[in-house]
């Protein structure tokens, strides 16, 4: 198994340009999840779901739209990027259910807005 | 809502040394509470994690960590550190129920070990 992968790695881009941050997991997971990571800030919930077409929003989703199509994908959409979305972005997956269940992490992707 | 505390965003400790590092959580509802490791330049891996009974419970790399529901803490520990465990340390609640998998972190607490 491939667990959770994110492309791509390192990302630049300028202030109002657009991207997709993709995400995969090949575990059967019913939940994923989108962090960003800040220094002095530890990781913070941008959006969840908990299966395929169903998304809800965390912490700090403004700036950011996901979809969920099938189970094994779940896609981070920046529409008009800003310098304060500089970060690094994790997604995670897990099984679903009452809790309790280890959350796999994904490498990261560094993202800096210029 | 529930929030977590990590006071020390960094630990020097020589290997060999005992360390701990600290966690406290405040929920107004029961919740799970997890330890997430992150070594340079990589994702989070779970370490260890508290569902229910035995309060300590331990990894299979030396740590342990004790649930403290009167000090509501989570603490962090290893009685001798080694080179290798130099990494970030994230504590992490969810709440039993109603909360499904999201976790709330703490701000993480950078261990350097040092020869």
């Known amino acids: 198994n491939a667990g959770v992968t994110q492309t791509p790695k390192f990302q630049v881009l300028k202030t109002g340009q657009s991207m997709t941050l993709q995400c995969a997991q090949d575990?059967?997971?019913?939940?994923m999840s989108w962090y960003r990571q800040d220094p002095g800030m530890g990781l913070r919930l941008i959006h969840y779901?908990?299966?395929?077409?169903?998304?809800d929003q965390g912490e700090v989703p403004n700036g950011y739209n996901v979809s969920r199509s099938t189970t094994e994908d779940f896609p981070l959409r920046l529409l008009s990027a800003a310098p304060s979305q500089t970060s690094v972005y994790f997604c995670?997956?897990?099984?679903?259910?009452?809790?309790?269940?280890?959350?796999?992490f994904g490498p990261g992707t560094r993202l800096t807005v210029t | 809502a529930q929030s977590v505390t990590q006071l020390d965003s960094q630990v020097p400790v020589f290997e060999e040394a005992p360390v701990e590092l600290r966690c406290n959580y405040s929920?107004?509802?029961?919740?799970?509470l997890f330890w997430y490791v992150q070594y340079p330049n990589q994702g989070l891996q779970l370490l260890l994690k508290?569902?229910?009974?035995?309060?300590l419970v331990e990894s299979i790399n030396g740590f342990e960590a004790e649930f403290n529901k009167s000090q509501t803490s989570f603490h962090l520990r290893k009685p001798s550190v080694h080179i290798s465990d130099t990494a970030e340390y994230f504590c992490?609640?969810?709440?039993?129920?109603?909360?499904?998998?999201?976790?709330?972190f703490g701000t993480g607490t950078q261990l350097k070990v040092e020869l």
């Open positions: 575990m059967n997971h019913e939940y």
């Open positions: 779901s908990v299966g395929a077409g169903i998304t």
């Open positions: 995670a997956s897990s099984q679903s259910g009452t809790g309790g269940y280890e959350q796999y």
């Open positions: 992490a609640v969810s709440v039993i129920t109603g909360g499904g998998n999201k976790l709330t």
């Open positions: 929920s107004s509802v029961s919740v799970y």
């Open positions: 508290y569902l229910s009974g035995s309060t």
